[in-house]
């Protein structure tokens, strides 16, 4: 069963400091690993996307690496704004047909002032 | 342009009863997909069309729960006889194509809650 785990559930941190999010998939095969923002009440909002042959993207403060061999991704956020508390969703495609996305269960970040 | 659009945003139904979501998608978008969101959980996929067909339903729970989407655009999930665990946010997106790297835009979700 494909299954995407991500790490940790919840964190708070204050403005102005990083903070680096952690997925690990099981997803097979592999197509693209995604890292989505979701705000409360909002549906997800697409922040980076990574095919096998990627192992970095990058958006605005926003980083993310892959590592295809370890089946594990990371997110890293760069000098937090209050405006980055939501949920961080891994989200993993296996490459069937219509690109069915498997979610993970999101980390929760608060930043405080 | 206009986003993806879901209505109602909230839905309040008794057990037993019927009720239907809508879905609008970014209007040139032949690909939909319903998923379903419970509380602190990541969105579970439900429905995937292909224009007028549903390409791939095998995320459906059971028998009473169906989808549409009659003219390629717009679509509608229906639940029948409506259970408390059909209590969840159900968010729509859509993409251009389906295509493995396309983008999928989500709606902001009907959030269901079933007494």
């Known amino acids: 069963k494909n299954q995407v785990e991500q790490s940790p559930q919840s964190l708070i941190i204050l403005e102005g400091k990083n903070c680096t999010l952690q997925c690990n998939y099981t997803v097979s095969p592999f197509s693209n690993l995604r890292w989505y923002k979701q705000d409360t009440g909002r549906g997800p909002v697409s922040l980076t996307i990574?095919?096998?042959?990627?192992n970095t993207k990058s958006n605005g403060r926003y980083t993310a690496t892959l590592d295809a061999d370890t089946k594990q991704s990371s997110l890293h956020i760069t000098a937090s704004q209050l405006s980055d508390s939501a949920s961080y969703i891994c989200?993993?495609?296996?490459?069937?047909?219509?690109?069915?996305?498997?979610f993970g269960g999101g980390t929760r970040l608060m930043v405080k002032p | 342009g206009a986003g993806v659009s879901q209505t109602p945003s909230n839905k309040v139904t008794e057990k037993g009863k019927y009720v239907e979501l809508r879905c609008d998608p970014i209007s040139g978008h032949t690909a939909l997909y319903w998923y379903r969101q419970s509380l602190g959980q990541g969105p579970e996929f439900l429905i995937y069309f292909q224009g007028t067909g549903a390409a791939d339903d095998s995320g459906l729970p059971n028998d009473r729960f169906f989808a549409v989407r009659p003219e390629g655009s717009v679509s509608t999930l229906k639940i029948q006889r409506t259970e408390r665990g059909d209590s969840a946010v159900y968010l729509c997106a859509s993409s251009t194509t389906g295509g493995l790297t396309d983008t999928q835009y989500f709606g902001p979700g009907t959030r269901l809650t079933v007494l």
């Open positions: 990574m095919t096998f042959s990627e």
């Open positions: 989200v993993v495609s296996a490459g069937n047909a219509g690109n069915m996305l498997t």
